[in-house]
């Protein structure tokens, strides 16, 4: 497992880490056994999984499970806490402590809420700062959503104007109570990302952007490109792909998926309690 | 849900049932959602998802929880019960009546050990008794395991000849006994398919064999196609699939996956306690 240290710097501007997001053990192994040092979790991945609305708190239990199942598995996992489970800074505080202690090295929260809408960046910021002094080591992505909750028509740049302003007003206030990075999930327009890269004095994390290459968004200036929820969706789509490779007597996924053998995926399942020297 | 009888019905020489596998609540809704009226249970898929080895008995506790979580969830399921977690014949009986009490459809049982030898096949027949009398309803399939322990040398009609005669020997002890259906897991060829379907007195199931449509596996008498690991594995695949379309900057999936969007993912988590009316 690697060190809060060294997960932070991982997060380099122009050279970006990119953290693929696992929603169980079987997707953290495998993205570990392609390459990956660290692994985010989706809560749309463990909300489906456990049968509950994302977004809604409704998996605080789900959530802390599989951080346990797989920092006991040696996979360095930063975790995706929605808004921290309480309104309570000192509740979100006491779970994001408990959760370092037992080896996350990050996590994300964020300022909108169930609803879709964004909270009183004062008050996120008070979580976000009693959180920091409890987890002081911890790498505190504060992930802030006016893109997020109200995506920009195409081609609005007075609204994209006024998203930018928001963003950067609150992930300021986010920073100044200790946050380690800023995160800005949404669909972003090349001189949106490269705006906030430029006036953001802390790492810039977005999600993976259709067309634009890992090495491009770092020539924009992020230091992170998460997968958000795509991988577990990608993931539900193979099943069709699949299925109808099958229903046509096709070699299952010979388009586009170099599916593992059985051997291969069962070596999975035998890992226990320490990461393959591999 | 389907009742077993409907379920019973669904396997038809000639015109297969394609019973995909699930390994948590979120594929499996997913394959309902796909169409799928009844989904298997793949013990490799569990087994990974909880952290132990697939074959060896591990997963009694996690295999129940899913099939009481699909069932709950109004998904009509068929379970993979690998060799029933036992030796003792009544054991086994009661882990399927209880499985049968709480909405199961059917259940696979194997006569292959955990070592991947095949057992006695008059202590696996018990088995079969034991389990026909405890849930005289539920489609219970044998799986013999001939042509898994051991996969033949390509082009070796000899090897074919003497596993053929080995799964037929034991399929038919254990419809003697009570099995509803024979499952024949490996890689066959068109030939020992059809020697198989034409000499068992019921409905036999085969897994997908790359090469041949379901519609050709009907033209064999196959009755039924299960995926077994397959869909477990596709979707491991997808995210290394997925990993380098981000890197590089394609369209996620653009070759071959249908990637939902994050809505009709999210959805997937609001089905409670009933199955969708669609």
Redesign the interface.
């Known amino acids: 497992m690697l060190s809060t240290a060294r997960f932070r710097e991982l997060h380099r501007a122009g050279d970006p880490l ?1 953290l ?1 997001n696992a ?5 953290a ?3 570990v056994e ?1 390459g990956a040092e660290v692994v985010g979790t989706t809560s ?2 463990v ?8 977004g809604t708190g409704a998996t605080l239990v789900d959530t802390i499970a599989l951080s346990r ?1 797989l920092t006991s ?1 040696g996979i360095t996992v930063t975790v995706d806490l929605e808004s921290g489970f309480s309104e309570d800074p000192v509740a979100v505080a006491e779970l994001v402590a408990e959760l370092a202690g037992s080896g996350v090295v990050g996590v994300n929260l964020e300022d909108s809420s169930a609803e879709g809408r964004l909270v009183d960046p004062a008050r996120f910021a008070a979580k976000v700062a009693a959180v920091a002094a409890a987890a002081p080591t911890l790498y505190l992505n504060a992930r802030t959503d006016a893109f997020w909750v109200d995506p920009i028509p195409a081609a609005s740049r007075a609204a994209a104007a006024t998203r930018t302003r928001e963003t950067l007003d609150r992930a300021q206030r986010y920073l100044d109570a200790g946050a380690s990075g800023v995160f800005v999930p949404g669909s972003l327009s090349d001189g949106t990302i490269a705006v906030l890269a430029d006036a953001l004095p802390a790492p810039l994390n977005v999600l ?9 968004l770092g020539g924009l200036g992020v230091a992170r ?1 998460s ?1 958000g ?15 109808e490779d ?8 010979a ?8 051997a291969t ?2 070596a ?5 309690g320490a990461p393959s020297p591999g």
């Open positions: 990119l693929p929603w169980d053990l079987a997707s192994r495998w993205l392609q749309l991945g909300a489906v999984a456990a049968g509950v609305e994302d199942r598995a993976a952007q259709p067309g634009r290459s890992l090495r491009e490109v997968t929820s795509l991988l577990f969706r990608a993931a539900l789509a193979s099943l069709g792909t699949v299925l099958v229903r046509r007597g096709a070699t299952p996924g388009t586009a998926l170099a599916i593992p053998d059985y995926a069962a999975l399942g035998r890992d226990t």
